[in-house]
C-alpha cells in the first residue's frame, strides 16, 4: 500500500501503538490550535501534528481578519459606537451565500461570534479601539475595525444596516496572523498540548465499525501509529497548492487564477476525511480577488468587460468584483477612469494603461479593443445617471458615483491574464484558495456520504465546506473567523466524547 | 448495514452466491443495453439488470439523436452532401468544452463515431437521407440530419467548418429514442443477455484487493448475490432526480431547474461506483434548456436581462442560451420580437407577453422592468448594426440579423420562474440533466480516487463524466451519442478480461 494513498488502515492490522492520546489534531492553522486549546482546556490530552516545521498554517500567513458581529455588536463594535444585532448579522450572511449557504452553520456563528472575538482577545492578541472608514482591504495603519465586505453596498443595505465587521490586530502592515499565531502558540503549550511538527499524516485508522480512533504519522520518515481514545480532528487546510486537485474541480481557476495559502494546502485532509467516509461539498468555488482599490478613488472609475459593457457595482467587496470578472468573456476586464481618479491600484504589481485620451471617443480608438461605439455608449448612459446620484443598472453606492466627463481619461487593463498580485510577484492572475471541503454538522462532526456521521472524526477549517462559500458572497475575515470559531467546537466535541 | 446505503460487501463475508456471469451491467438505457450488446456478442455470459420493469432508461424517453460525424462523414452526412473530417469534428468538441473537456474521449469519440452510426443502422434503426436545415431542436417530419448544436455560430465557425451532426431516427414526431431502445433491446436479447427487470442493484462486491467481483441485486425483496467473473458495468444514469444529490452539488439549479430524465436517474451508480473507490468529477454542470426556437423566426429577436441589455448570441443552441441565461441577474430574461416575428416558442407552454408597443420606449414604459432608457439604449446600438448585418458585441450571425425598427413589437418574459416547458406541463423552470459523475478513463474502466483504477469495474452513460461537460457547449445528441458509444466500450472491456 502507498505511502499516500490516505486509505484507511484497520484497526485489526495495527499490532501496536506508539502513542496514544485523547484526541489528536492534524495540521496546526488557525483551526488546529483553536481545536487543540480548547480540547486541552476541556481536560483531554492532546497532541497536535503540523506538517511544516511551525505553526500557522494559511492563518499565520493571513492579516488575521475575523468577520464578527452579532449579539448587538462584539466589544470592539460596541466601543466604536457600532451596533449589530444578531440577526442583522444572519441576514448580512444569508444574502451574501444564497443557496449554497448552511444555515445552522450561519445561525451558530452569528450567534456566538461576539464571544469568540472575547476569546480571541483573551489570548492577548491586542486590538486598538479604532475604527477605519475608507474603502481599504486592511488597515496599513493600526486600527482593528474595518469595512471587509459589501456592507455599505446599496443591494447589502437592502437586507442589513451596514456595520464594520473586520477585526483585525492592532498592527502597522499586513500579516497580523503572525500574531495571532504566536498568542494561540503559547496558550497552546501553556495548555499542555503537545505540539509535533515535521508530522505528515498519512492515514487514519479505523474500527469494523468505521469509526475512527487513530492515525497513522510520518516523523523522520518513520510511520508511527498513533491512538486516539477520545477522536481525531482534521484540520490540515484546503487544496489550492494540489494542481492535480484544482483542475479536477475548479478546472477554469485552474486555468486563470493563483493558488494563495501555505505550501501545505495539499488537500490530505479532504482525501483523509473521505477515505474514512466522509463526503465533499461546494468544490467548485474558491475565492478570487480582484483588488482595484485601495487607493479608493479608482472605485469612482467603471469596469468593463472587451464588449466595452459594464458587468458589476464597482463599489463591491474585491472578491464580489473578481467573482463577476471571471464570468466575462475572455476574464478580460479594463477600469476607466478620469485624471482625478488615476493612480496605480495597490494591490496589483503589473498593470497596463491601455489607452489615454482627452475624450472617450480618443480613448477607445486607441485601445482598440472595444466594439464600435460601445464604450462611448456605456459612459454616456453612467453619465447622464451618475449626474442624479444614480446608477440604475448595477447600483453602485451614490458616494461613488462622479460623472465621467473630464479628460484625460486612462484606462487600465485588469484582465486575468495581464495582472499580478503585489504579494505574489511573478504570479498571473488573481489571487484564489478553495471554499469547498468535508460536509460537516455545526459540532464539526463529518458526515458520511452514506448517512450519519463518521464517529470519531471532526473537521474544522478550509478542510471544509465551512461559512464562507462563495467568492461572490465572501468577506474578508470569513475564513480566519470561521476556522478559528468552528476549530473551537469540533475541539470541545472530540475532547468531550 | 442499510440495504440502501451502496456501501461495498466484501468477498469474504459471503458463503455463496446465488447466480454467476462473466459481466455483469447495471442499468438498461442507452449505454447498458449497448454496454450488454458488445459484452455478449464479445462471447460474455452476460446479465443486464434494471431497476424499473421495462428497458429505456432517458434514452428511451429522448428523441434518440446522437452527435456524430467525423471520418469524412458519416455514411448520411456523405450521403447529403456534407464532408466533416475528425480533426473538424475535434476542433468543434474542444471549443464547445473548453478546460472542462476530456481530449482522449474527444479524440477516440470522434475517430469512432461514423463507424458508430453503422453498429446503430446494423441494429435496424432507420434514417432517411433527408436534412432539415431549418433551426430546429428535432425534426417533427421524417428527415434524419439536422443542425443541433452551435455549428452555424460564428464564433464557432471560428474554429470549424459547420456540418449537420444531429442523427435521429426516422420518425414523425419527438421521442425516436422507443425505436432505438426497441430494436436494441431485440438486439440484445438475440445475443443471449440474461435481462433481469424490476431489479435494483445494492451494493459491489470486492475481493481484498478492493477488485469487484460481483454485486447484490434486490430482486422480489430479497438480497441476491451475484458473481461476475470479468467485470460489472454500471450503466444507471445520472442523479437529477435524486433532490440531496441535486442539493448538493448543483444548488443553484436546485433552485431554479426541472429534472428532466426517467425517474431512476437517481445517483445509484454514481454512490456504488464511488463507494467502490472511484470519485467523481464536474459534479457542478447540468444541461439546461432554454428553447427559443422553434419557430425559428423568434431567432431574429433580441434576448434581455432585467438591465435591459443582451448577454448572449440569440442564435445559439438552447442549452448555450440556458447557460448564459442562468448567470443573469435573478435568471430575468426577456424575448423582444417585432410583430413579423411574432409567435409562441413550440416548447414553452406558459409565457406572458409582459408587454407591447409601437415603439420600444412606449413597450419599455409598459414593461416597467428595465432601467430607464437601457432597453431603448441596446435596440439603438443592435440596429445601428444591424442594418450593416453585424452584430459587434455578440457576433450573431448576419442572417437572423434583422433591425428592430417596425412596430409594433412584443415583450416575452422567458424568466426561470415563469417559463414552463410543454413537454413537462405544469412544471416551472428550464429543463435539466446531469453531467457529472464517475471519472472514468475512454476504457469505461473506473479511476480510483487515489491513483490507478477500480479493477473489475467499468462505467458509461451520466453515470460518469463523459463527452458533454457543459449546458454552454452541448449540442444535442452528445449525450446518447456518449452512452451508447462509450457504453459499447466498456462492455467489450469487461468482456475482455
Not at 60 to 84: I, N, P, V
Not at 366 to 375: C, D, K, Q, W, Y
Request: charged share 20%.
Amino acid at each position: 500500500m502507498s505511502q499516500t494513498d490516505f486509505s484507511v488502515i484497520s484497526l485489526a492490522s495495527i499490532a501496536s501503538f506508539d502513542a496514544e492520546a485523547d484526541v489528536l489534531v492534524c495540521g496546526f492553522g488557525g483551526a488546529g490550535g483553536s481545536a487543540a486549546l480548547e480540547a486541552a482546556k476541556a481536560g483531554a490530552r492532546v497532541i497536535l501534528y503540523e506538517r511544516a516545521s511551525g505553526a500557522g498554517g494559511s492563518t499565520g500567513l493571513s492579516s488575521c481578519e475575523m468577520y464578527l458581529g452579532g449579539s448587538g455588536g462584539t466589544s470592539l463594535q460596541k466601543a466604536l459606537g457600532f451596533e449589530d444585532s444578531t440577526e442583522n448579522f444572519i441576514a448580512y450572511l444569508e444574502k451574501a451565500m444564497g443557496v449554497r449557504g448552511d444555515p445552522e452553520k450561519i445561525r451558530l456563528y452569528a450567534e456566538g461570534a461576539a464571544d469568540h472575538f472575547e476569546w480571541v482577545r483573551s489570548l492577548g492578541v491586542p486590538y486598538k479601539e479604532a475604527v477605519m472608514l475608507e474603502r481599504e482591504v486592511v488597515p496599513l495603519t493600526d486600527e482593528s475595525l474595518l469595512f471587509t465586505g459589501n456592507e455599505r453596498t446599496l443591494e447589502f443595505k437592502d437586507v442589513a444596516a451596514p456595520v464594520p465587521r473586520g477585526h483585525v490586530p492592532s498592527h502597522e502592515g499586513d500579516f497580523g496572523g503572525r500574531m495571532f499565531i504566536d498568542a494561540l502558540t503559547s496558550a497552546v503549550v501553556e495548555a499542555g498540548v503537545d505540539v509535533q511538527y515535521d508530522s505528515r499524516v498519512m492515514h487514519l485508522i479505523a474500527d469494523e465499525a468505521g469509526r475512527v480512533v487513530g492515525l497513522v504519522v510520518k516523523q523522520d520518515n518513520q510511520l508511527r501509529y498513533v491512538k486516539a481514545s477520545r477522536g481525531v480532528v482534521l484540520t490540515s487546510g484546503g487544496f489550492i497548492m494540489n494542481d492535480e486537485m484544482r483542475k479536477r474541480y475548479l478546472p477554469d481557476n485552474h486555468k486563470w487564477a493563483t493558488p494563495y495559502g501555505n505550501p501545505f494546502d495539499m488537500g490530505d485532509g479532504i482525501k483523509l476525511g473521505q477515505a474514512a467516509g466522509g463526503y465533499t461539498i461546494n468544490m467548485d468555488e474558491a475565492f478570487v480577488s480582484l483588488p482595484i482599490y485601495p487607493p479608493s478613488k479608482l472605485t469612482f472609475g467603471i469596469l468593463v468587460n472587451q464588449r466595452g459593457e459594464r458587468f458589476v457595482n464597482e463599489d463591491a467587496y474585491l472578491a464580489r468584483l473578481a467573482h463577476y470578472a471571471s464570468l466575462q468573456p475572455n476574464q478580460q476586464l479594463y477600469l476607466l477612469v478620469d485624471a482625478d481618479n488615476f493612480d496605480h491600484p495597490m494591490y496589483i504589481e503589473r498593470l497596463d494603461v491601455v489607452a489615454t485620451g482627452d475624450t472617450i471617443e480618443e480613448l477607445a480608438a486607441e485601445a482598440g479593443i472595444f466594439p464600435a461605439g460601445a464604450l462611448e455608449q456605456t459612459v454616456a448612459y453612467f453619465n447622464q445617471h451618475a449626474k442624479q446620484g444614480v446608477d440604475p443598472k448595477f447600483r453602485k453606492a451614490p458616494e461613488w458615483l462622479s460623472p465621467l466627463e473630464k479628460g484625460p481619461y486612462g484606462l487600465l487593463d485588469l484582465s486575468f491574464d495581464k495582472q499580478t498580485a503585489v504579494i505574489m510577484p511573478g504570479t498571473k492572475g488573481p489571487l484564489t484558495f478553495t471554499l469547498g471541503g468535508l460536509d460537516t454538522l455545526p459540532t464539526g462532526e463529518v458526515k458520511r456520504w452514506n448517512g450519519g456521521i463518521v464517529e470519531g472524526l471532526y473537521a474544522a477549517g478550509r478542510v471544509t465546506a465551512g461559512l464562507p462559500r462563495s467568492s461572490e458572497g465572501y468577506s474578508s475575515g470569513m475564513s480566519v473567523g470561521d476556522a478559528t470559531f468552528f476549530g473551537r467546537i469540533a475541539g470541545r466535541q472530540a475532547a468531550s466524547q
